[in-house]
């Protein structure tokens, strides 16, 4: 647990942060949100003592760190930025395994390590252990980024705008991924953004600031039900349906798909109960394709999804319901087909699911 009192930084005449009390619970995700200069990395950092507080108390598990060696309390917290901070001299397991190393890990111990937190972050050891820096995209560097944040299995971690530099795509993978992981490791994290979007889908509680002072600081439900004042209320804006949206993922709504199976003679099964249109699948419950009446007795002719196009047509399940609606509306479609990662067609989510859990 982390418990922030009354804490003040001041640098010369600026009041970086002011009297901000603040508590996270261990397990939890805080998201610092709010606008750039308002006091989030300096907060960030008073907490690993990377800044000293000019007055107030912070106390981790309990203990004030003001009292804790500066090395010490590091190793039990993970600090991860946004620009990465990777070392361009060292290989991917070098930089990963750099804390181990500090702290005397044998050789086949930090492999290990470096191997299973690659695969954690979704990277293949063999193919990027042993690369260097500049040969990585930026997501790939955010990825080794976080990896290393977590090579000592520290209890807390601290993330400055972590996936803030690329582009939106790779941040929406790095945000799901970033839940998985936390779904499994249980960690005690803040988080810095200044992307509200961001902050509503990754938080457990955000705490919104505004020149040095925390607002408001709610889970995203009630955040977005209830601003406190007019500042997060036009923070927050004026789409907050949308955003609330963005917290529920797809496999909560979506609903078995109708479909039918193709073999090498065409279409098997209840063909004629076929009512307008049904996904079709292979043998092994792939999505290959789809196929609608024509009216009368013409039998249904099935139509090829190309591969390529099938990341564009279909949903993984843990995608939320805004990005379902936002491809329904760019797309003109009232209905997409949910796949797992071998490609089975798992179920369907259609606008008329997406309208009942906004008006709730
Ligand atoms: N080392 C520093 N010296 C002087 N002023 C600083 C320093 N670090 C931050 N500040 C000031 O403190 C305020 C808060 O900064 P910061 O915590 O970086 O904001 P944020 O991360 O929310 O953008 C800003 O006005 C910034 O200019
Ligand atoms: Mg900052």
Redesign the pocket.
Known sequence: MIQLEAVT?R??D?L??DELSLEVRSGEVCV?V????????????MINRL?EPTAGRILVNGRDTSESRPELLRRSIGYAIQSVGLFSHLTVEQNIGIVPTILGWEKSRIAHRVSDLLLLVGLDPTGYAAKYPSQLSGGEAQRVGVARALAADPPILLM?EPFGAVDPLTRERLQQQFLAIQRELNKTIVL?T?DLDEAIRLAGRVAI?RN?RLVQYDTPEALLANPTDGFVRSFVGTDRALKRISRIPVATLMKPAYSLRRDATGLVGPVSELQKYAWVTDDDGRLVGWTETRGGNESPSISEIDPDELERITLPAYASAREALSRMLGQGVRSIPVIDESLKLIGEVTLRDIEEVTAE
């Open positions: 930084k640098y010369g600026t970086a942060v610092l709010g606008p750039s200069g308002c006091g989030k990395t300096t907060t960030l950092r800044v400055d810095v200044h600031m040095g």
